[in-house]
């Protein structure tokens, strides 16, 4: 039934898969750190810095604290959709991951000097609807919300999880408007292709990010992620003084913990989104490097690029104090939508007229 | 896979629809057992577009999505509206009409 | 037999099975998940069928936005799940199953005559289901269609925003 090519082929997505998915676990496990330490610094205090040094291996601490807990189920929990629940959070945000492009070209194991030949791509899967696969996606991630809500069989979280809910339907359309434009110019939704849009510079020095281009279709992504993950200053439907903990109240131990992850990967695959959109991705302007030196570089500037991202949210939750939930709908309704269709008008009147 | 294939699954799909929509008490059960209907005719029409090698299926299958999501909307808001009136989602209960 | 074959044939299964869970539960709410399931597997088949597009769509309309719309429903509602799974007694309910397999069987024999449908299915060029090309149909020979479905779709918002209003009654 199978065969020696389609083997391969399989070991290539596989390994591609392993090393991605690592780096992304790996990543969120450290997320919790630096959110804890950038917060400490920016409150005037240090932060978790004993376990380990400087507290590097705090998350090991806190997975192996969270895996001892007592996993309670309440009693009026639906238990299969209950557990069923954190999965389906964390499911789409890592599968945003299967067609983010992180290198230019691929490079063969043999140059590493390894005795297999085999391609490492620089992505799981090359789509060339890659990003309506991530509004897809995107589009997905309410279910596990909803479910954790109605399932835990008590009213804070059924309430919090219909506020979530509501919230993130609402800011996807500003999402899927606030890329339109990007789409317009490019001419294509393969990601890979939008990044090699962006190679090149102007006047020498100006890398052609489409940041340049379109700065207020970047400015408008930018506050759907931070509504669509829920954090700071939309995170009403989770925070504490006014839901108890949303949707995950209910929640102990390695249950909500994989809540935690899925809310983490959900930041980095939208601050992955967001540099490859806007910032060019693995784009590293004028320099050219034989691979595989170039894929590391190239992957760096990807990685650096992306915790920008990360470190914008995490700064952004500790400084901005958050909306109310009519102001939260308000804006995603009756300011953002309008003026990403006004962005996407005048874009499209703008191609359309040769100018772009 | 064989053009027949998606259109016996296309039927099956189809026929378990009806007999959702038949059989069950729940309104909103009834409901998802139409979109299921609508849902084995989008899988049809995709399977004749790529037998023929022209596109024109896809395209009603774009239009069916869009209609379906319409009747959802709308149906679902009839639904609210009548539960508030009747308390119950029970199809068995709706019979004011009955002879 | 080819990894398209496999991931067909894997998907045509999960959209049965996921199927007569959808109507086979008595929980409104399994129910759903049992059709967003069958939604994904058929957005499945549409890739295999070429329509990249269509199968993204289907997951982002459909499984992305309508069961959610369904979802909320249920739960604002809350329903309790009924005693009996099937409205009608159990002889009606038998026989109606049997007469929904006798369909199949002679919708299935009737697709089975069409001229040039067992066999495999020819292979089409690149960019077929692309967004390109149902773009260049839609604006082109569709435009009509395209401008009306959005008319119905303001319709349609409208409409459920009115529905489901809280009446304010009067008291008499």
Redesign the interface.
Known sequence: MMDAAMLKEIGEIVLRMLVIFTALFTGVGYMTLVERKVSAWMQDRIGPNRVGPAGLLQPLADGLKHLMKEDITPPGAHRAIFIMAPVLVLIPAVASFAVIPIAGEGFNLQDLGLPWDWTFLPYIADVEVGLLILLGLASLEVYGVVLAGWSSGSKYPAMGALRSTAQMISYELALGLAILPVILTTGSLRLQTIVEYQGGTWFGFLPQWNVFIHPFGCLFLLISIFAETKRLPFDLPEAEPELVAGYHTEYSAMKFVMFYMGEYSAMIANSALMATLFFGGWQVPGLDLPQPWMFLVQALAFATKTFFFLFLFVWVRWTLPRFRYDQLMDLGWKVLLELAFINLLIVAALVAAGVM | MPLASYIGLSAVLFVIGVLGVLLKRNALVMFMSIELMLNAVNVALAAFARHHGGLDGQIFVFFVMAVAAAEAAVGLAIFIALFRLRKTTDVTEFNLMRW | ???E?LL??FA?VM??VS??L??W?R???????F??L??GS?AI??L???????????????????M??????????N?AP?K?????GPVV?GL??GL?VV??AA??RG??S?A???????A?GPG????R??GE??FTD?LY?FEL?GV??L???V??????R?QHHEEV
């Open positions: 037999m080819s990894l074959t067909a044939s045509t959209a049965l199927a007569l959808v109507v539960q929980s409104a709410v399994v129910s759903a998940l059709l967003v069958n939604l058929v088949l549409f295999t069928l070429g329509g990249e597009f269509l199968a993204a769509v289907q997951v982002i309309v459909y499984a992305g936005a309508i959610v719309l369904f979802l909320f429903v249920i739960m604002l509602l329903p009924p009996q799974r099937f409205a009608s309910t109606t199953f929904g369909f199949v919708l299935v697709v089975m069409l040039g449908s067992g066999q495999e299915m020819s089409v077929y289901g692309s967004t090309s149902i149909l839609l569709y269609p479905t119905l779709l319709v349609a918002m409409g459920a925003v009115v529905l489901a809280r």
